[in-house]
């Protein structure tokens, strides 16, 4: 260990408990609600992590809008942002499929009444040569049995693949078969009822009048509908033209059932998204495009190697709005808790034209684009390049990760320097001889630069540098007795941990230099 | 007009109409949900509104965080971050008074069951020397005319003074006095309710069991509280020590019942609030230095001279938590519908320790601080500047605002260069001989520096110019026939209309000058 070429760690190695008490012990991510008993679903961003979210949502705002990459054809692709809100008409997600369609299979227990996800049940097979296997549980009349069955089926794929938690699966039951479902807490089989749908946006009632149905609106549960809705306000108010993109980030909300693996399943999250719009005939250029940009772009800021995977859908696993698009891919990355497998950190996804489709109908309103080149009228279609922001922080942590039992600190967080929360730290070594004075002048010339820089004169060097290894901060610059004579300064390196020294005067060219700022 | 020495323009001569028709018409802010008739109470940002939103948020990120000030005994204030969520543990706003306390009280009209804010009706006296005059509805026995009264007493001053649509006040009323009241929507008097209260807080469920009191939830009124919530995780994961401050930004809920004056009372709003921690006998001192530094704070961005305002309040003004702090203040701005009267940008409060009190005994946790150079234990006090990012921006568009007749474009927006959503702009004066080369690649150039930078080859260069102007973008670099041979550029000034010729190496040199970057 502790030297520069070290290989990157097996994550299925790293220990999400360690993880966890990390970011609760240094400050990245607290319990929403802790001196409470917290909430279920909800996470809070301490110092380090609210400063590491806000680096990566704004390394996102750079990349995407203010300096937008080059497209297929060479040219600078055309971006502008949006801020939409959280509550919007209800209507919205009528049109979108929402309030019809965004949905969990739940069942009910009846001995205790608790309510379950379907798919996270414990189920048993009763007897036949297949003893042992699980199944789901079915009762009713062939046509409800077959009809739950048909609802459950698509659930499988995902249970096999995406969700370790669950150990059910929902193979092919024959019509004679009798399979008999565990819920958690009951040791009696067969008290669970079908599955019904449970949708999962948060409701709210606006306005005075108290009426639930009458005023009932939702928490969005993609930031993309505000996008869609906005299209046309854009597109009469800038002057861009198709092919281009709205890209705006925020939180959306989902009431999952049951949340978990730290904040990668979690209720309250912050999404990161694109709408871009092309002509039909372009969508499979542009979705490659996004496909793979958006790949390179985790990859840039430290999430490379086998952590990585760009899996493209099967056909049968594409979303009704993505059915006759170009594609559908998932960026995925191997977090501790889904290794060997991966986890979802971004989708890219050929939308068609469905939800500006939709929009039009449901708003009665034209949404068609006339472009002046092809002298054609028609409706774009859409690529979405739609990244979750908690999950890249949780990624971001995750890679960082790196034990070391040879350090004090038995552990260092290797952020990339582009993203790391504390860009570097500034340490008189003893606080006395004016060292504390060169030392908060080079802090504030620094951050003025860089951004959050420490200043920290208690304690130990080594105590202070342990602390600086468990922030991830890339450079810690030490004030000694010889700056006093010569002007030098030792600068630490967090990943090699090779010392050396450098003009005071040029810190702040060294840094520029290795943060690329 | 037209020239750089213009005095700011009286606010009370600008129009809300046009202002909100320019806000559409470039792209800074949108109804929400438009094409669904609207949301009462929710505005979208569009391209330009949710980058100038962002510079806003931004600055104060900066200026708060990253770059603290430096406080009244000349060292740099200490101040951290944090992003906590939106929803938290309900007893987290049981603890903060806001399920009991943080409400409007409405009536109901027995005629047409429409509900109504009891301060914006329209109340008529019925008799006596008094007739015309305007008076609260009251009826019942003398007990609950007292209770209302009273109920409704500490409206009068508010409306009186915030609110310019309501023309009720409730004065002194006699026991033999009889008032009726008027709803908006009848003309039969007294079919009113006495007033009730209704909770300001958004309600939601959360999980999937369905039963509303049981799951009960909030969507947060204020950020404070999930910064009080985390106080201990703080000063437990990070080297801080009181006298320091706790900073976050993000958007606060309240369900008003009458959203009115664009984004200045809308339901959903973002907040930009520290909380800062001082030992009890320094509230005084750093009451007023947060107090006149975010005044100056605000005059730096441009709101400047006679539209601002720092007014103290009275002492029966002040809220229940600040009833023994050193006191309150509110940062004040002319809008154009409150001039020329002011409304509230943001207010500076000392909390006392009235917040940590309710957590630490709701929360049965112990919150007390031990300071080690006092050798004391103590609960501190707490001074916030709280202020509002959507007023924020609304008072700079509405600053910014300012008529010319002169120009072609009639209006132009004069945002301080810091935050203009729009640094400069690069124009090639015509579609040939190589101009909109050299001119993509300054843009490219420049926008790696200062972010936005537009591009625009189309229509004459008078179209663009009022484009600019309208969109409030300070520089316009023009490359025309003169460049290809002495390569030099066209500056033009959005204030002064100057127009001067610079080096094209040197344009970089020059905004970088201009916008303080």
């Not at 609600?33 to 590491?52: C, H, K, M, T």
């Not at 170009?326 to 889904?338: H, K």
């Not at 039009?360 to 002046?372: I, R, S, V, W």
């Not at 552990?411 to 990339?416: E, I, P, Q, R, S």
Request: glycine letters at 8%; aromatic letters at 10%.
């Amino acid at each position: 260990m502790s030297n520069a070429a070290t290989a990157s760690i097996d994550n299925a190695a790293k220990s999400m408990t360690d993880i966890m008490a990390l970011c609760k012990r240094r400050g990245f991510i607290f319990q929403a609600s802790e001196i409470y008993g917290g909430v279920n679903g909800f996470w809070d961003y301490g110092p380090q992590g609210a400063q590491l979210k806000k680096n990566l949502r704004d390394a996102w705002w750079n990349d995407c809008v203010t300096n937008p990459p080059i497209g297929p054809d060479g040219d600078e692709v055309s971006i502008v942002g949006l801020d939409s809100c959280i509550i919007q008409n209800p209507k919205v997600w009528e049109a979108s499929g929402h309030v019809g369609g965004f949905s969990d299979p739940m069942v009910d227990c009846r001995e205790t009444k608790n309510r379950y996800r379907a798919d996270h049940l414990m189920c048993i097979c009763e007897d036949g040569d297949r003893e042992g296997l699980i199944f789901a549980y079915l009762e009713g009349d062939d046509d409800s049995i077959a009809q739950t069955r048909k609802k459950l089926d698509k659930y499988k794929k995902r249970i096999i693949e995406d969700d370790k938690l669950c150990t059910c699966a929902f193979l092919e039951l024959s019509a004679n078969e009798r399979a008999i479902t565990v819920g958690p807490d009951v040791k009696i089989p067969g008290t669970l009822t079908e599955p019904r749908d449970f949708n999962l946006m948060f409701p709210t009632i606006l306005g005075a009048t108290g009426d639930w149905e009458e005023n009932k609106a939702y928490l969005r549960p993609e930031t993309a509908q505000g996008i869609f809705i906005n299209y046309k306000n854009v597109l009469d108010s800038t002057r861009v033209k198709v092919p281009f993109g709205i890209a705006q980030t925020g939180k959306a909300f989902r009431n999952e059932v049951t949340p978990r693996n730290f904040t990668f399943r979690s209720r309250e999250f912050e999404q990161m998204e694109i709408e871009f719009f092309c002509h039909p005939d372009e969508s499979q250029k542009w979705y490659e495009f996004w496909r793979d940009l958006r790949m390179r772009w985790w990859e840039s800021l430290g999430l490379a190697g086998d952590n990585l995977l760009l899996r493209e859908h099967d056909k049968d696993e594409l979303a009704h709005y993505a059915k006759t698009g170009a594609g559908t891919s998932d960026i995925e990355y191997r977090f501790p808790f889904t290794a060997p497998g991966f986890g979802e950190l971004e989708g890219v996804a050929d939308r068609s034209n469905y939800d500006l489709k939709q929009h039009a109908e449901h708003g009665n309103t034209k949404l068609e684009y006339f472009d002046q080149e092809r002298n054609e009228r028609y409706l774009p279609n859409v690529i979405e390049p739609s990244a979750g922001l908690d999950r890249g922080v949780l990624a971001l942590i995750c890679e960082a990760f790196t034990p070391d039992p040879d350090r004090p600190s038995k552990v260092f967080m290797k952020f990339n320097p582009r993203i790391a929360p504390t860009k570097a730290a500034v340490f008189p070594l003893v606080k006395k001889d004016g060292m504390p004075e060169i030392g908060k002048k080079l802090q504030t010339q620094l951050r003025k630069r860089f951004g959050a820089v420490e200043f920290d004169a208690k304690q130990s060097i080594g105590k202070r540098y342990a602390r600086m290894d468990e922030v991830g901060c890339p450079y810690c610059f030490t004030i000694d007795g010889d700056t006093l004579t010569d002007q030098t300064v030792t600068v630490r390196d967090r990943d090699t941990l090779s010392q050396e020294r450098i003009a005071l005067d040029q810190v702040e060219g060294f840094l520029a230099e290795k943060l690329g700022a």
